[in-house]
């Protein structure tokens, strides 16, 4: 027939050639459905010497957020290792990502980038653009192009302790791309960070002062000067 059910529980679409799990009309070639504690698929490892809740990864499907992570024998203490909720956010270590990609650690987030080539090696790259990803327009003088940030937890949240910021610094076009780094430090005292030292598009550093007018130019405000 088009269609077989052997249970309430499995469904086999034959014109379709799918098959639904807790679902009559799977609408995938393997469609798991279910209303609580939300569909699971598990792999388990039965292979001689495996000991008791030592091999089950589960995928899972709840509240509209996918989970991976290992699991005891009958469910009842999981772990997860990695999540996607609903807007697309990845959490690594988290259940509750906050940003594109959250990697938490209570002993090591250590990130490496290992390259063995002759002629390539490992990068970050920052990337900005005006308009949209469909259709990007160029950038504009000022703009800032990326970063990175130390932060530190003040008792109630965290703050920026440092940073290093990238900037476009003059008028870009084609094959041109003009380019400031700029160093910012937080005072404490309940400041923000504040800017240190700059280096500009003609390679000139500014300490003190975000106009340098020499190769190395250092500016005060205080009485002791510079």
Wanted: hydrophobic share 30%; proline share 4%; charged share 10%.
């Amino acid at each position: 027939s088009a269609t077989g059910t052997a249970s309430a529980l499995l469904t086999w679409d034959n014109t379709n050639r799918r098959l639904g799990i807790g679902t009559t009309t799977p609408n995938w070639g393997l469609q798991i459905a279910s209303s609580s504690p939300g569909a699971f698929l598990a792999l388990s490892d039965f292979s001689p010497g495996t000991s008791v809740n030592g091999k089950h990864w589960f995928l899972s499907s709840q509240g509209g957020n996918f989970y991976v992570g290992t699991s005891s024998d009958a469910l009842t203490s999981t772990s997860t290792y990695l999540t996607i909720n609903q807007q697309g956010y990845m959490g690594i270590g988290t259940a509750n990502p906050l940003e594109l990609l959250s990697v938490y650690s209570s002993s090591d987030a250590d990130i490496d980038l290992i390259t063995a080539h002759d002629n390539s090696w490992s990068s970050i790259h920052t990337k900005r653009a005006r308009g949209s990803l469909e259709s990007p327009s160029i950038v504009q003088n000022n703009d800032e192009l990326g970063g990175i940030a130390g932060m530190a937890y003040d008792g109630s949240t965290y703050k920026y302790s440092s940073q290093i910021r990238f900037f476009v610094d003059g008028t870009p076009g084609a094959n041109n791309m003009p380019g400031r780094m700029s160093f910012w430090t937080n005072p404490g005292g309940g400041s923000e960070v504040i800017e240190r030292m700059q280096i500009n598009s003609q390679g000139l550093v500014g300490i003190g002062t975000t106009t340098p007018n020499w190769k190395l130019q250092v500016a005060s405000s205080s009485p002791r000067g510079a």
